[in-house]
């Protein structure tokens, strides 16, 4: 079982919908979460970061984490074309262990 | 992009000759990482840096290797680059959102033909 899983879509939405992106993650050692956009042809930006189970709300965006069901989802409010993109999930522990990042969800918002 | 770029950013060379990617940084951070992305696998890690001189490997290092011998820079060497190593390759840094988040470079599209 990998360590994080998510689903890669593609998933297309027309503008104005509410979007839901999950991950779902296997160790409960896992202490931070994150969700990283990625436009085409760059590099991931850090969009949202939590440090514990809730919600944690950023604008049109909502981070939450279910630490007992492992568990972590990005809703995007109102979306718009300029939200389409490659979402990655990433979980953490402090120290020196790196990041382990989902393999991402292609997000098409349509005008 | 915060502090950190990559060099070169499109590369196009031949197999079996020696390449070499660079990761400067002008933020004085510990951790460094490099990953390349591919479709269909996501971001998967190479090499990583905790210190000048200290460095570890990742899920995918066969054929990589890596050197930290100042802070600000972190190289990633492809000693004899092969096709299956046509990729982005994407160097980052930690230290952001509390010390947590990565800031990644803009990546360096390397071909291998």
């Known amino acids: 079982q990998k360590e994080v899983e998510q689903d890669p879509g593609p998933l297309s939405v027309p503008e104005g919908a509410i979007v839901s992106l999950n991950c779902t993650y296997s160790?409960?050692?896992?202490?931070?979460f994150m969700w990283y956009r990625q436009y085409s042809r760059k590099g991931p930006e850090l969009l949202m970061y939590t440090y514990s189970s809730g919600n944690k709300e950023d604008g049109r965006f909502t981070a939450q984490v279910d630490k007992s069901s492992k568990y972590i989802s990005l809703f995007i409010r109102d979306s718009q074309p300029s939200d389409s993109a490659t979402y990655l999930c990433?979980?953490?522990?402090?120290?020196?262990?790196?990041?382990?990042f989902g393999k991402g969800t292609r997000l098409s918002v349509i005008a | 992009d915060a502090g950190i770029t990559q060099s070169p950013r499109h590369k196009v060379t031949e197999t079996g000759t020696p390449v070499t990617l660079r990761c400067h940084q002008t933020e004085n951070h510990r951790y460094m990482y490099w990953y390349r992305q591919d479709p269909g696998h996501g971001l998967r890690l190479i090499h990583y840096?905790?210190?000048?001189?200290?460095?570890d490997k990742g899920e995918v290092s066969d054929g990589y290797s890596v050197s930290r011998s100042k802070t600000e820079d972190f190289l990633l060497t492809l000693e004899s680059a092969t096709s299956s190593q046509t990729s982005v390759y994407f160097c980052?840094?930690?230290?952001?959102?509390?010390?947590?988040?990565?800031?990644f470079g803009s990546g360096t599209r390397l071909t291998v033909v």
């Open positions: 980052a840094i930690r230290g952001t959102a509390g010390g947590e988040g990565y800031t």
């Open positions: 160790n409960s050692a896992f202490q931070y």
């Open positions: 840096s905790y210190g000048v001189k200290d460095t």
């Open positions: 990433a979980v953490g522990n402090s120290g020196n262990t790196p990041l382990v």
